[in-house]
């Protein structure tokens, strides 16, 4: 028994050792200067020209550099240099009679681009590609200055249209020479193996000298500031385009897709998307500065994206302390989140016993369910397709999916635009009255019965088709599929069964989704808005009809290919006035045709929660900046304490059961021993 007594003390004393190391935890080092997040959809443009995708910008954003970024800390919203000395200069040129604006951007001298292969001229016509699976078997890297060639190769790039920028076809209506340039280029890139941008010009688009450029906009466009802000803008430097077209590096999957280069905080040194994405801090970052403050950026060394599919085990990891900050779903809101009296919202008790804090804001955003207007049964203009939508519309009861899936975060939207943007208008002036009526000084959903009677004279009583006498059948598309997702599906088809008609879901992952919307072959689906700029433009444009997916060949952002000739020419008049009094009235023209047209079900604005631990500093609410990564801070050290408090295994059970089989194991072993004693005798 001396024996069990002497492990029961040697356990005991190795109680406090074991309490101090993390078990299950899955970095090797905690307390280092890296901040850990994850993403659940698989990013699959890394190609700035390509990218439109907030799961992508939240990458590239911190890569690339456009000439302009917004302030980190101010608000309202106010853009400032980020490669540039200054704000652009703008000359107004009257030339026959027409307005012109000349922006002139002046670039630092100081500015490199992260280290790359591409800048070695024997890595641009590499001979062979066995050895190399990422960009990372290329040992031999060098960089160069940032120049004005490389804005200019952007904008070259943006016109060719087997690249299918999302927003060229709105562009070339600005930049002069433009549309010329991308009908030339997009024939020649069609017949060039390598196609080396340096020996075509874009008539508007001049280089000055290394470090000046000017570009050449069509009438008076301030919206154009905003778009030198957005990562279709950032640098390309020619070495990398030329790198990246070799045959051996395409078929291995390495291309500006996969291993963006640029002049950002970070680069991508390690892209494996079905596992995780790490960014490391550029060694080669220019000189930046905390606004407040004026510390030297970035001040957060590495960034490890890892893939988390499910809510739940994401929020676990978050309270164990493994992600520094997280969003809050509906299954771990009630455990987040408290609720007074009035409906403000704050933290619970158990977020604040851990120093968890939260952030919160509305987005500039909105999530909305689309028609496909080009659909035979859902598309359309006649009257008997509008009333069709309006139907849907009112029993799509958003008040519900806000309070059921959202948990009360977010309004139900009236129109594209959202609150905090002009054009938005609160009460009884901005309701749709397609969905609701104004009661006693309230929006009130128009009733189911209504709602059936428009059914009815779209040509469906009771959900049957007068035509055939068949069941209305339609067809949802969706990267929903999860467990998370099964009860809003199914809440999906409660609300189209309340009508009669009859919802078939139909789920793929997010990249197949992007394509069957691009080629028009959906017809009735969700997706959402996020602000690029804090202007109306930038959310009218989602319905103008020359950004049609389909005509552009999946290159516009009209996802439900909606055309209304007097809204598109109301668009043409308000998307390059100043916000006015009469910019507002014909604003609100807009709105009444699309609100009776019906091309969406409006959906809802979202209020934004983000909660992160007491180690995650500088955070600062802010809905138009994207490449804010830089200005945040991690206590590595405070992290880790934190951890091993929260996650100390509990051995006591274990020594116990170790106590139990060592007892049974020494009563077991005197018994044999007496009993070969009495076997002697």
Do not use: C
């Not at 994206?305 to 809101?333: C, H, M």
């Not at 008609?501 to 689906?525: A, H, M, P």
């Not at 950004?547 to 007097?566: E, M």
């Not at 807009?590 to 992160?612: A, C, F, R």
Request: aromatic letters at 14%; proline letters at 5%; a positive charge.
């Amino acid at each position: 028994m001396k024996n069990i007594y002497k492990i029961l003390i040697l356990l005991l004393s190795i109680k406090n050792i074991s309490y101090a190391t993390v078990w299950n935890s899955p970095y090797s080092n905690i307390g280092n200067n890296t901040l850990y997040s994850s993403f659940s959809l698989t990013p699959k443009h890394l190609d700035p020209v390509i990218s439109y995708s907030s799961n992508e910008w939240r990458i590239i954003s911190q890569i690339y550099e456009p000439p302009l970024q917004y302030n980190y800390i101010k608000k309202p919203y106010e853009l400032e240099p980020l490669t540039l000395k200054a704000m652009p200069t703008i000359k107004y040129l009257d030339i026959n009679g027409t307005i012109y604006s000349k922006y002139i951007l002046k670039l630092r001298d100081d500015i490199k681009y992260q280290n790359h292969p591409a800048f070695v001229k024997e890595n641009r016509s590499l001979k062979n590609f066995e050895d190399i699976e990422t960009i990372n078997d290329l040992k031999k890297i060098a960089t160069r200055n940032l120049k004005a060639i490389d804005y200019e190769y952007a904008i070259k790039r943006m016109a060719v249209r087997e690249y299918n920028s999302p927003i060229l076809d709105t562009i070339k209506e600005y930049i002069v020479g433009l549309d010329e340039f991308s009908k030339k280029i997009s024939k020649i890139a069609k017949d060039k193996k390598i196609l080396d941008l340096r020996d075509y010009h874009i008539k508007g688009v001049e280089v000055i000298d290394d470090y000046t450029l000017s570009i050449l906009i069509k009438g008076k466009y301030p919206q154009f500031l905003y778009w030198l802000s957005m990562n279709f803008f950032a640098p390309i430097p020619w070495e990398a385009d030329l790198f990246y077209q070799q045959d051996g590096l395409k078929k291995k999957n390495i291309t500006l897709n996969t291993y963006p280069i640029g002049t950002g905080a970070y680069y991508l040194a390690k892209n494996s998307p079905n596992r995780e994405m790490i960014l490391k801090a550029n060694p080669n970052f220019h000189s930046e500065f905390y606004p407040l403050t004026k510390e030297r950026l970035p001040f957060i060394k590495e960034i490890v994206y890892s893939l988390e599919k499910e809510s739940i085990p994401l929020w676990n990891k978050f309270l164990q302390g493994y992600y520094d900050a997280s969003n809050i779903s509906s299954e771990t809101f009630d455990q987040a989140v408290t609720i007074s009296s009035n409906g403000s919202m704050g933290l619970s008790s158990a977020m604040k016993k851990r120093g968890i804090k939260m952030s919160s804001s509305i987005a500039p955003s909105i999530f909305y369910m689309a028609f496909n207007m080009r659909d035979p049964i859902v598309g359309g203009y006649s009257e008997s397709a509008k009333k069709l939508r309006q139907a849907i519309s009112i029993a799509q009861n958003e008040e519900e999916y806000i309070s059921i899936f959202m948990n009360g975060r977010g309004i139900p939207a009236q129109s594209p635009i959202p609150p905090s943007i002009f054009g938005y208008i609160n009460g009884k002036d901005g309701t749709n009255f397609v969905v609701y009526d104004w009661i006693n000084g309230k929006r009130v959903r128009k009733s189911i019965e209504y709602a059936k009677k428009l059914l009815a004279q779209a040509g469906y009583p009771n959900g049957v088709s007068k035509k055939s006498g068949k069941r209305l059948v339609l067809y949802y598309d969706t990267t929903s599929s999860g467990a998370d997702d099964r009860a809003l599906m199914d809440w999906r088809r409660k609300q189209f069964a309340k009508l009669g008609i009859e919802l078939i879901i139909r789920s793929t992952d997010y990249n197949r989704f992007q394509e069957k919307v691009r080629n028009g072959k959906v017809q009735i689906f969700s997706w959402g808005w996020n602000a690029d700029y804090p202007d109306p433009e930038n959310f009218l444009f989602l319905l103008y009809g020359k950004n049609s997916v389909v005509d552009t060949n999946g290159a516009g952002i009209n996802s439900s290919n909606y055309k209304n000739p007097k809204y598109d020419k109301l668009f043409e008049e308000i998307k390059t006035m100043q916000n006015s009094p009469l910019r507002l009235k014909k604003i609100r023209e807009m709105i009444e045709i699309l609100q009776n047209d019906t091309p969406w079900v409006w959906g809802v604005h979202p209020k934004s929660l983000t909660l992160y631990h007491s180690w995650f500093s500088n955070i600062v609410s802010n809905a138009m900046a994207n490449n804010t990564l830089k200005y945040k801070k991690i206590d590595g050290k405070l992290r880790s304490r934190k951890i091993e408090k929260w996650n100390r295994p509990n051995i006591i059970p274990l020594i116990i059961f170790i106590m139990f089989l060592t007892s049974i194991g020494y009563f077991l072993y005197r018994a044999y021993k007496n009993r070969q004693s009495y076997k002697v005798i």
